[in-house]
């Protein structure tokens, strides 16, 4: 979610930064260094303590620790709950790297994963859509009376349509994390797909029906209130379209496990550099095929809605370390179950009672005699 807000920042930052350089290879220079800055980042941040415990790479877990320890002042043999003797004891042991790949052998991990990378390519993918499709309407709506004044307009609409997306991105940022606070994270990306299919559907068959039937020989009032309805509508769905993509990531970064977390995240990034990578190869066709392009991704909205109910929520539940632990993780109820009531249709493990004892009891002693009484008088 930081990593969200910092990288919005840094897109309300570019056209400034654009307009000091002046040429694009200055700019492009420039967005550069900071990335070669970063390779000094292996030697500056320390590995995931957690997915050194997870991977059984102690000895790298051990000296991670008495770093930290001497970075903290923190004295090593006042060790109160003996995490070190346990690290000495399990030193002999080899470590287990897990690839990516055995995903495919899991039982539901696997389709968890393939239901978030379909969702960040879809999220990010018809967010182009909505994009264009604003950007049309508010070009309709302009006129131009010299042509003097194409270039001023250009770059005035170019800064506009910039900002406006970027404030709508900020806004879907500043409105998801109190939704999949209240909501939780299948929830959440579940009511806000369902607003991306809506709004998708609406524009596409909606507003081809406005006036159809009572508008027939007022047009300049049809296309204005057309030309409204479709701006509100590419809106709601950048809107949308935008949290669906940046809660996809969150949601996949707390149910993959430790182990094979960086491999998980990368699919779904993959996944959502592929739906973007959809709005350049559009412009290349000059926009050919682009109403079959919006309503390829509006069907992939409706196939979404059915899966995101298939998969778990993770909110209160500790991170899975392992691919066991991430099996684990099983589909609950979207909606809480009453208080008052309702019994569970399947007890766990901490809840299922021993009555391994029963048959010593006093009661089935008196239940057997009955019954042995019964079956004589029966016999009789």
């Not at 790479?57 to 006042?78: F, G, P």
């Not at 020989?217 to 057309?226: F, G, P, V």
């Not at 559009?282 to 409706?302: D, P, R, S």
């Amino acid at each position: 979610m930081v990593a969200s807000f910092i990288a919005l920042l840094g897109q309300l930052l570019l056209p400034g930064l654009a307009a000091l350089c002046r040429d694009w290879q200055i700019l492009q220079a420039v967005i550069i260094c900071p990335f070669i800055i970063m390779i000094s980042f292996i030697c500056i941040f320390p590995e995931s303590l957690r997915w050194l415990l997870a991977t059984q790479q102690y000895e790298k877990a051990k000296s991670l620790i008495l770093q930290i320890n001497k970075k903290n002042r923190v004295d090593s043999e006042t060790d109160v709950k003996g995490i070190m003797p346990e690290l000495e004891r399990e030193l002999t042991k080899k470590p287990k790297k897990t690839c990516i790949v055995k995903v495919v052998g899991t039982r539901n991990l696997w389709k968890n994963i393939l239901v978030l990378c379909v969702n960040s390519l879809t999220g990010f993918g018809i967010h182009h859509c909505f994009a264009r499709s604003m950007m049309k309407n508010k070009w309709e709506n302009t006129t131009v009376s010299h042509n003097s004044d194409i270039h001023n307009m250009m770059l005035s609409n170019f800064y506009a349509d910039y900002y406006t997306m970027a404030g709508i991105a900020v806004a879907s940022c500043l409105a998801m994390c109190p939704a999949v606070g209240f909501m939780g994270r299948r929830g959440g990306l579940l009511m806000f797909m369902i607003l991306t299919a809506l709004a998708s559907l609406l524009q596409l068959g909606f507003l081809n029906l406005i006036g159809k039937y009572n508008l027939h020989h007022d047009t300049d009032l049809k296309e204005t209130i057309n030309r409204k309805f479709s701006i509100a509508f590419s809106i709601i769905g950048m809107f949308s379209s935008h949290a669906v993509g940046s809660l996809s990531i969150f949601f996949c970064a707390e149910i993959t496990p430790t182990v094979i977390r960086g491999g998980g995240l990368g699919l779904v990034l993959a996944s959502a550099g592929f739906g973007m990578l959809t709005a350049p190869i559009m412009e290349l066709h000059n926009q050919k095929g682009y109403f079959l392009h919006h309503v390829i991704f509006a069907c992939c909205t409706l196939i979404c809605i059915i899966c995101i109910l298939l998969l778990p929520e993770s909110r209160h539940q500790n991170l899975p370390e392992t691919i066991s632990d991430g099996e684990g993780y099983m589909r609950q109820p979207l909606l809480p179950p009453k208080k008052g009531g309702e019994q569970p249709l399947l007890l766990t493990n901490s809840e299922l009672k021993d009555y391994s004892g029963i048959h010593e009891t006093p009661v089935r002693h008196a239940a057997s005699s009955e019954s042995n009484t019964a079956n004589v008088v029966k016999s009789s």
